[in-house]
């Protein structure tokens, strides 16, 4: 029987929970449980139980890799909030907030070797193809990461280029979860490589969803500010197409904005949202979001198991598609 993503994410969070942190010191692990207690969608450590799910009936059974996938990318959260200075994730406090710079990156860096740890909890006949992805995708999202950074000091990235670097950073994490899910499960080669791909394109959709939702979302469920990436002149597919799309006039009030040492943030918010609806970015994302989830429906429809074993699948990505948070 078929589980659906509530009763995987059940078996995700409860499992997180039941794990016991008994190294010392304490004091290096708090971070750690604190970072895995505070919530999540919990997206990774689901897609690989729903892939493993397509051909096997025990997706518990992997939960360990299952929630190292979920502590790794913790981990890149955890590091990614001290780059760029965050105060706050899910509502609650940055680790370098509540505690300070040094503990974020000395149970960052833990984290990781935990990830791997718990990672390599699969049949010995399998670790190899398993920490090959693993360790290939983890190399992956650091580059996309640096891309995002060096992104931030140039106004010449291309949209080509952005895709990249998203699908690097966001994508392949997605895609890694259910290839290795469907390796678990002991699935053909050919449709291991589709639910790759299948990740891929979610990963894409999804992480274009949260561009448009930084802008156009409703601060009291996106919990956070609204216009963050604004504020902070961040590359996305929307400022890259603004700034492609405008006319001299209004590239020339885009300009004013991102080059701007001073502002008032709601001010310059409202400007260049007010300049994204007058250029059409908000439909065009939109479009670009649909094609991708598009080439995602087409490839999971060629994966060769029965279609109703894929329903549980679909019917979870048609609610990462419709999110408002």
């Known amino acids: 029987m078929m589980k659906t993503s509530d009763e995987i994410l ?28 505070i919530g999540g969608k919990r997206i990774r450590p689901v897609l690989m139980l729903m892939g493993y799910n ?11 890799p299952a929630v190292g996938l979920e502590t790794y990318h913790n981990y890149t959260l955890l590091h990614d909030d001290l780059m760029d200075n965050a105060d706050v994730r899910r509502g609650h406090e940055t680790v370098h907030r509540r505690w300070d710079a040094n503990k974020a990156i000395l ?12 990672m ?9 193809a398993v920490l090959d992805i693993f360790t290939e995708t983890a190399l992956e999202i650091g580059e996309g990461q640096e891309y995002d950074m060096s992104f931030e000091t140039r106004n010449d990235v291309t949209e080509d280029e952005y895709i990249e670097m998203i699908r690097l950073k966001t994508s392949v994490l997605l895609a890694c979860a259910l290839k290795i899910g469907a390796l678990l499960a002991d699935a053909p080669q050919a449709d291991a490589d589709r639910l790759y791909r299948f990740g891929e394109q979610v990963g894409l959709a999804f992480q274009l969803q949260d561009d448009l939702l930084d802008v156009y979302g409703d601060p009291a469920v996106f919990g956070k500010a609204i216009g963050g990436d604004i504020t902070s002149n961040k590359k996305t597919y929307m400022l890259i197409n603004a ?7 209004q590239r020339a009030e885009l300009m004013r904005w991102i080059t701007a040492k001073t502002f008032n943030r709601e001010v310059k918010v409202a400007a260049v ?16 979001i649909n094609y991708y989830f598009e ?31």
């Open 295 to 325: 080439e995602a429906r087409r490839t999971l429809a060629e994966v060769q198991v029965a279609d109703e074993r894929k329903e549980a699948l679909r019917a979870y990505m048609d609610e990462l598609l419709h999110r408002n948070k």
């Open 273 to 288: 949202t007010r300049l994204y609806d007058e250029i059409g970015i908000r439909q065009l994302c939109e479009q670009k």
């Open 120 to 128: 390599q909890q699969v049949p010995q006949d399998k670790l190899p």
């Open 54 to 64: 397509l051909w096997r009936e025990d997706p518990a059974s992997i939960l360990m």
């Open 10 to 37: 059940k078996l995700v969070n409860d499992f997180l929970a039941s794990l016991p942190y008994e190294r010392k010191p304490k004091s290096l692990y708090d971070p750690v449980e604190y970072v895995l207690s």
């Open 243 to 249: 700034v492609n799309r405008a006319n001299d006039k």
């Open 107 to 118: 149970s960052g860096d833990s984290m990781l070797v935990l990830a791997y740890q718990r």
